[in-house]
């Protein structure tokens, strides 16, 4: 009997040793490997504007530290106002036509770029160069354009809402919009991977909660309560967090079709929006 209880506590030894190994190689991969779940990038030009019927110029513009980058300005008829739209973590611009159409029946011009290792844009995604990419879109539209920054919109999705909300704390446009956005990458990875010490090895911050409180213009957030990768109470928790005035537009639909599947609510819903805040 005591032979038999020596080699279970042997066995039991083993897997408990197996399983700590096990758990420190997937610590190890996380922490090294972390831009490979944060950056989805995509190279492959699909579709532009023209395919929408909508005209557009190619802009070729350099960040801050001097890589080169690209985006497109999609000129709205009526011109109310421009929108700087800072997509998410996957594809790249060609993947957001169905944004630009929204945006400009709304009469709004649209500047969207790619980030550094997206689409024809240079470099490699990191979250200080993301930062830089949008400050540099944004000082395009400052200084070559000659867009006042009262006739400006900062509209960030997903990755790009805390993007567009670190620009939006930097400097002041007159509105910012934050679309299906998280708090922070650590407060994401933790409810993801609770089994890891996500907070403690994480190396990316993008933390939106901490920008949106330095944020003094009026803001909109949108949320879908059917959000399959970013929880709704990350949306209500920034919503707490941003200063007035604030607004929230609550959608319906997955994290990348709610715009879609909401489109008669969500775009009625800017409009709204924008009537109270920025026409």
Sequence with gaps: MDDNIQSLWQIGRYFILFGLVLYLILATYMATFQSRFVYYPTYEIESN?????????????????????????IPAAENKGVVLFCHGNGGNISHRLETIAILNKLGLSTFIFDYRGYGQSKGKPSEKGTYRDAEAAWRYLIQDRKV?????????????????????AK??????????????????????YPWLPVKLLSR????????????????????????????????????????????????????????????????????????????
């Design 148 to 168: 006042p920054a009262n006739n400006l919109i900062i509209h960030g999705r997903s990755l790009g809402g805390s993007i567009a909300a670190w620009l939006s």
């Design 49 to 73: 504007p023209e395919n929408i019927g909508l005209e557009y110029e190619r802009i070729d513009f350099k960040s801050t530290d001097g890589t080169a980058l690209t985006g497109w300005f």
């Design 171 to 192: 400097h002041i446009p007159e509105v910012c919009i934050l679309e299906s956005t998280f708090t922070s990458v650590p407060d994401l990875g933790a409810e993801f």
């Design 204 to 279: 990316f911050s993008y933390s939106t909660i901490s920008y949106i409180k330095k944020i003094t213009c009026p803001v909109l957030i949108i949320h879908s309560s059917q959000d399959d990768l970013i929880p709704f109470k990350h949306g209500h928790t920034l919503f707490e967090a941003a200063n007035e005035p604030k607004e929230f537009l609550d959608i319906h639909g997955a994290h990348n079709d709610g715009y879609i599947l909401s489109k008669e609510r969500y775009s009625a819903g800017l409009e709204a929006f924008l009537d109270r805040n920025f026409y």
